[in-house]
């Protein structure tokens, strides 16, 4: 890799802060304990880590470090919260409801369960990638076990209104479930104060590293209860087998720790990043359309189209920047994202999306290099763009008689 490449995709993934790493060293050398093991020091001492852990990872959310337990990331905890919870409140009843903007661990668990003869209401999303309260009452019926709706998204960066969420569902003695991967430890998020019962992160979006994460599952008012997914040893009260990652739940701990402690600091200072990076974009570049909220935001996501533009040909230029687009490649086609057809984005737009995620070590003179960069790409393939030429000239294309061909 070039070593002057910028990293600017910090929704996909994070680098590991140092701080994180340091504190992560010697749980795999000289400490390095089976946290399950009873019998000695070692074991000993790698359970006091893990329950240390436990305890940042509860106070990070507003919950009591027994309602925390260790899983493998965000995919694996909304597995077991969605099918978990499904299984055992199977007599309670079949029915699920979660968004159209959903991250596919959650979107798919939930057509597995309709595989398996329960129903799912998508909730269709608002221009800025919120659900609509009173859409959810509706949906909730008597047979209505759990609603899981993501509290960040990963491609827009829209939060939603939790708290507002969670209070609809207590209403209505609903389960409330969020993947708030995109969300903790870059905003405030309160499971008593929003009502949420369930709720999945991840380490490796929070400067922590790959492969660890948590599930929260609410112990009173009401108690949850769910069906394990992983048999064996019966680790995490039975409910997620399989030796702790001791040296992974360590960095999840410390990273979080950091990421409160520097969380007003940091989303004044990638605030200011964001508004940056978009005004000077806005001075430089006309017909851009920024994508979902800029009031209910993760600070650090930015996601632009850039009209007029062959999509995946300013991607290609665009080689010394880490970035997403706004499509996924799925067996060769170029299908456009789900979440921005979802906000309404056309697919013409949608391929020329790109995801900006900036992050922790982003800097100012990075920003501005990413602008310059991407000005003089957008002007040089527009200046190819008979369609740009059009617009330039004052045509309207809505009212434009193409030839068919
Ligand atoms: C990254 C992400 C996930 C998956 O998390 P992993 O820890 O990589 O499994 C799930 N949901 C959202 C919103 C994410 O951003």
Sequence with gaps: MRNDMIYMDN????RTDPR???????????KYGNA??????FGWEAEEAVEAARASVARAIGADPREIIFTSGATESNNLAVKGVAEFFVDRGDHFITSAIEHKCVSDSMKSLERSGRKVTFLGVDREGRIDLAALETAITDKTVLVSIMAANNEIGTVQDLAAIGKICKARGVLFHTDAAQM???????????GIDLLSLSAHKIYGPKGVGALYIR????RVRLVAQMDGGGQERGLRSGTLNVTGIVGLGRALDIAM???ET???RMRALRDRFLSRIRANLDHIHVNGSMEHRIEGNLNISFAYVEGESLLMSLKEVAVSSGSA?????LEPSHVLRAIGVGEELAHTSIRFGIGRFNTESEIDRVVDMLTEKVNRLREMSPLYEMVKEGVDLQTVKWNPH
Excluded: Y
């Design 261 to 263: 402690e520097e969380m």
């Design 266 to 268: 940091e989303r004044v």
């Design 184 to 194: 903790v430890g870059k905003q405030p998020i309160d499971v008593e104060a929003m």
């Design 20 to 30: 994180v790493v340091e504190a992560m060293l010697p749980w795999f050398t000289e």
């Design 219 to 222: 112990r009173s008012k009401p």
């Design 36 to 41: 399950h093991s009873r019998n000695h020091a």
């Design 11 to 14: 929704n996909a993934t994070t």
């Design 329 to 333: 490649c799925t067996s060769a086609t």
